[in-house]
């Protein structure tokens, strides 16, 4: 079959498309009576556990108290009623190891009863405590390949739920994964650790200035899933996108988004119904989506959430990643969460907005009216400022691989330096305070259109800054380096370490100076603001992080630009960092190594089989395309001399040409790939940057000019104007 019949092929199919979903009846469906009606939710459990049952899971649920295992039998028995009622024959434990994708290994609730038939059995141990094999996970030398006893352990703090298949359902419990003797394998873990070390710090800090509350002080998470979404008959005609999820080869199309035409716009009918069913199965697992759009590049959108707890925002955004990839196969369509999936247009990051606080004190980072007067506040946003200052090159870290690297320090996404953006208003509060004198900040105000039919509008009195890596959003930080594909547990667990630390430095400090007399409480916060801003102001940067003054002016402050991932995975073991993690006992120094060396090898993998790709593609698509366009032009050419005309294309002259630097370009990341690595997984790293990336780029430049050339009927591949612009 010709490319051009490829490629035919692929586009009818597209045109002749009919939707497979079941769900073409959504209007009869009210969204409030099928939201969380599959999750094993407070209600449900109010209804089923006896009272004293339930009292004592809430508290371990709503304040942090250890979990009372006795009551784990009666829990498992009401859990297991619940799922069969729900259609379910079979229980999994969920869990997060660290090859950022979600695990689970499913187990029926049947058991022969010895008399020809069955009886479902679900015990409190079988609930609380799960063995799937360590060994098969990465562990970064944490366990042996024979050590393969690894335990999930029941997240209670995250609730049950029901799958649904068209063949069935099964109840999914959420887990924590740890080795045999307690290590962490897996993402939660961590982030629960963190969490409760933050409690500790900011409940102490907020003692002094006598706040009370009978909540544990926690972080929220929202974070923005940006994603592409591609006919999956192109997916299925480009390698490198079924393989590696981008296009490792792709000449820039005569239109991209240059015209900013397709952010915000009106969402294609496909698409928009893809959404629908995307929201009404969220809905029925609890996850409070909010937000769909257009996104800024073609055939890139965006679904959002609403604010929640960091741990269950982490596994609903699991979810979501599961649901986009699943309801897209019905619709005919590819779900891309690479960060870069086509070059020369935007990518796609998962922008997390943090904030610290719980249901009794809403957002600690909430200014209020009079951020000026808020001591409170100042205190803690100060906490964020000095914890990115001191830990910027960790929470680069977090973001860190090989997918990543393509978006970060574009004109899309943050550098890869890490600073935080205040805004006019809290920047001059600060500024203020640094001086000593504290007038007052600047307020909001309401703005004049000019139209007597529309309403005075409210101003915020700072605008926003999308470059900013780590932004002051109003009554959050967003921070905007994350990438699409990735869990946002890492970040988390970061962020709450460095502000924990933070919050700690801040309680010592007032402790000492106020030695229990709050009347020398303002004085003392006074003293320890202007200490804090004066050595850590170097962070706060407001202007364009986009430019190359920026770069400049960032060295000069003496803040970190690790720009690759090789750059930046080191940190995670440098002693600064190991300090950090155990003195709270967020990670041993045995984990962040382990951490370090998975992360490592992984980026390796990841770059060796798209290079690996890369050669197979050019030799057995590219290479031939091209050739045989060369030979019909070559063939013309010919007859034309046989008539007496001295007849040569320049077109010819130019596709000989750079075929022959193509070929010159496979043979040396041919070479490349087959030389010495080096012997240590950083030099590894080092020589998969350093060298096979440029190798495979030279190999593309001369593929992609080709592909301006070679006659259309000709060329195999899928193009980018097909495949971003036919949905």
Known sequence: ???????????????????????????????????????????VMRERLPKDVYKSLKKTIELGEKLDPTIADIV??????????KGATHFTHVFFPLTGLTAEKHDSFLVPDGKGGAIAEFSGKMLIQGEPDASSFPSGGLRTTFEARGYTAWDVTSPAYILENPNGTFLCIPTAFVSWNGEALDKKTPLLRSLQVLNKQAKRVLKLFGTETTLPVTCFAGPEQEYFL?????????????????????????KGQEFEDQYFGVIPRRVLSFMMEVERELYKLGVPVKTRHNEVAPSQFEIAPLYEQGNLATDHNQLVMT????????YGMMCLLHEKPFAGINGSGKHLNYSIGNAELGSLFDPGDTPHENAQFLVFCAAAIRAVHKYGALLRATVASASNDHRLGANEAPPAIMSVYLGEQLTDVFEQIKTGQVKGCKQKCFMNVGVDTLPPLPRDPGDRNRTSPFAFTGN?????????????????VALNTMMAESLDYIATELEKATAGDPSKLNAAVQDLLRAIITEHEAVIFNGDGYSEEWHKEAER?????????????????????????????????????????????????TIETEAALTLRMARTIILPSAIRYQGELAAVCANLRAIGKDYRTKMLDAITENLRKLQDAIEHLDAVLAADKGASPHAHARYACDVILPAMAEVRQWADALETMVADDQWALPSYQEMLFIR
């Not at 591609?230 to 005569?254: E, H, M, Q, S, Y």
């Not at 959050?476 to 988390?492: C, D, H, L």
């Not at 690790?562 to 930046?568: E, S, V």
Request: charge should be neutral.
């Open 1 to 43: 079959m010709s490319g051009f019949s490829t490629r035919r092929d692929a586009i009818r199919a597209i045109l002749e498309y009919t939707p497979t979903s079941s769900g073409m009846h959504f209007h009869e469906e009210k969204p409030t009576e099928i939201y969380g009606c599959n999750v094993f939710s407070d209600q």
């Open 76 to 85: 498992a028995a009401a859990m297991k009623d619940w799922a069969i009622e």
């Open 476 to 492: 959050r930080f967003e921070f905007r380096a994350v990438g699409s594909s990735m869990s946002i547990a890492g970040p988390q």
């Open 557 to 605: 402050r003496g803040l970190p630009n690790l720009k690759t991932t090789p750059d930046a995975l080191p940190v995670l073991t440098s002693p600064e960092v190991v300090e950090l993690f155990t003195k709270y006992g967020v990670f041993t120094e045995a984990e962040l190594k382990s951490r370090e060396e998975i992360y490592t090898e992984q980026y390796c993998k």
């Open 323 to 330: 649901v986009l990839r699943t309801v897209a196969k019905r």
């Open 230 to 254: 591609i006919d999956r008959n192109f997916v299925f005609a480009r390698p490198d996108l079924l393989i590696a999820g981008r296009t490792l080869f792709g000449a820039k199309p005569a």
